[in-house]
């Protein structure tokens, strides 16, 4: 089968362009935004990646169009096929009916923590001889691809709750029909298509009512919006985590690592390297489903001390002159404030600078613009690429007391930075997006600094 993927670079269906591949179809895709990692991932699998969507591609004659949720009506492709009379199909909805069925679903879902969750879990899996096939929405580093086919049993899945298709508006997630489902937390976010949080909620449910009754859901028993979703109706099995009576975290040790109880039980020590809170919540996530899955908590401590985490989350890109540059993939003030505090862990006193690029339709439209400054107090300077921005970030960051450095030009605000760096402080870049290749455009400049102390 010859499959065609519109919007084939995002890492949803970046993924299942992989795992088509691997599967043994002819894979070909088209996209508007071709960017690392993504677009590096499929060109080493030999996937042919169109610029654009020009009706022109029909020639390719594909046996399945597969339409990926940043395709819209009016979209000239999408346009071309519907006039002629194409059967389009959703990522999800390929995906369960090609290779999840008959598989041991496991789900991760929630508004922050899916993929650092989902490549946890797959990590945990592997180490324990399962081999499992996964579908995770970023570069896992202790694996050379975010997806992958496998003759196993087990599937691990990163369960999003975005919209599915232009002609399919259920949250991807009710097509997967886990065994095993995992729900983080539950935030507003993605305001271009939810109105307000209870209608997220709506979604979420939805999710719970496809875990049958033999299956088992794990929560964060700390998220009210979790409880609430849960009094709609549950029909499976459940388990907390970060709570006493479930599953729960000792204080972590200097370098990170901590004690995993079960119900007030210590069960063991997890050595790692990771220090923020919201890495522990994860861990005790992930080791909570590898353990329905049949895996002993031991084996996951153990896996779990070799994990290496995921491609820009936290990534340590490299330094210049004595200044840390790190990636990440935060663009939610929950997920901004998490991130800072997980960073402040590891670095003590160190100065951090913190880059946003407020990409995300939610940010762009200024839904979260209050919640903004907060999420960034634990910097200590905190610059704004505003080029796509519909609200005046410095008057919302002057009325919370908050100094900022406010930037539509990508050369003037890399200027602005190294400016301000010097030996021994941390800039950390976040955005869902390349940035326009900030990263590497700010370690050249500050490599090529005269003054390495210069920094104000």
Known sequence: MHLHILGICGTFMGGLAAIAREAGHRVSGCDANVYPPMSEQLAALGIELIEGYGEEQLALHADQWVVGNVISRGNPLAEALLDQGARLQSGPQWLSDHILSGKRVLAVAGTHGKTSTSAMLAWILECAGRSPGFLIGGVPTNFPASARLSASDHFVIEADEYDTAFFDKRSKFVHYWPRTAVINNIEFDHADIFSDLAEIEHQFHHF?????????????????????????????????????????????????????????????????????????MN??????????????????????????????????????????????????????????????????????????????????????????????????????????????????????????????????????????????????????????????????????????????
């Open 208 to 280: 719970v009512r496809t875990v049958p009754r033999s299956g088992r859901i794990i929560v964060n028993g700390r998220d009210e919006s979790i409880k609430r979703v849960l009094t709609f109706g549950s029909w499976a099995s459940r388990e907390e985590f970060g709570v006493a009576s479930g599953w729960s975290a000792g204080s972590p040790d200097a370098r990170g690592g901590f004690d995993v109880a079960l119900q007030g039980k210590v069960l063991g020590h997890l050595d790692w390297g990771l220090t923020g809170e919201h890495d522990r």
């Open 283 to 456: 861990a005790l996530a992930a080791i909570a489903a590898a353990r329905d899955a049949g895996v002993e908590p031991a084996v996951a401590f153990e896996a779990l001390g070799s994990y290496r985490g995921v491609r820009r989350r936290m990534e340590w890109l490299g330094s210049a002159n004595g200044i840390a540059v790190y990636d990440d993939f935060a663009h939610h003030p929950t997920a901004i404030r998490a991130t800072l505090q997980g960073l402040r862990a590891r670095v003590g006193n160190g100065r951090i600078h913190a880059v946003l690029e407020p990409r995300s339709n939610t940010m762009r439209l200024g839904t979260m613009k209050e919640a903004l400054p907060p999420s960034l107090a634990g910097a200590d300077f905190v610059y704004l690429y505003t080029t796509q921005l519909q609200w005046d970030a410095a008057a919302v960051f002057r009325a919370a007391g908050r100094a900022v450095h406010c930037d539509a030009d990508l050369e003037s605000l890399v200027r602005a930075i190294a400016r301000r760096a010097r030996a021994g402080d941390h800039v950390l870049v976040m955005s869902n997006g390349a940035f326009g290749g900030i990263h590497a455009k700010l370690l050249a400049r500050l490599a090529a600094r005269p003054d390495p102390d210069q920094g104000a």
